[in-house]
């Protein structure tokens, strides 16, 4: 019988190093975005950094909501306030991470939207697999286009939703809750 355990996981430094008398590979390494001079921070274990959560609106900057994720309070406040989202304003998340000590496959987002108890929507959003890195860097999603808020009386209210940061190999970087207000203008209380 075959084994499926994933390969050992190759140390950046170590892979820099094995080809160091191969200018190509080197070469193609820094084409990835490897950098072959990044130091891992030594006082924070985690792969993912998911700085902050962005919701920004096509047609209205100035009403951008950020959810800020540097503590765990801040996570646990994430479902305290709804985020106010104007019926029918187009819309997309920002993300702002960072990848950290080595290489993420298959980075992805797990979103789970409910109304009332009763499950709306489950979306699966792939970012991507990055190298670390010491910038944070921004993604949108949907990249090339925006999401559409519902509209119309039965449409506005509040929503639950769940959210999650996983990666191919199952790990789980940011998992947390946080509510939205579907409403008639963003600072209504309707």
Known sequence: MADKSAPK??????????????????????????????VAPKD??????INELQIVFKDHPDKTITLKFATEEDIKNAKKHALVLKEASLYRFRVSFRVQHNVVLGLQIKNTVSKLGKELAKDVEMLGTYPPKNEFQFVDIPKNDWNEAPSGMLARGEYKAHMKFVDDDNHCHLDF???????????SDE
């Open 44 to 49: 924070d274990p985690r792969r993912v950094v």
């Open 177 to 187: 809750e946080y509510a939205v207000k579907i409403a008639k203008d963003f600072s």
């Open 9 to 38: 996981e190759v140390d950046l430094k170590d892979a820099f190093a094995k080809e160091s008398k191969d200018p190509a590979m080197i070469a193609y390494l820094k084409s990835l975005g490897i950098d072959p001079d990044y």
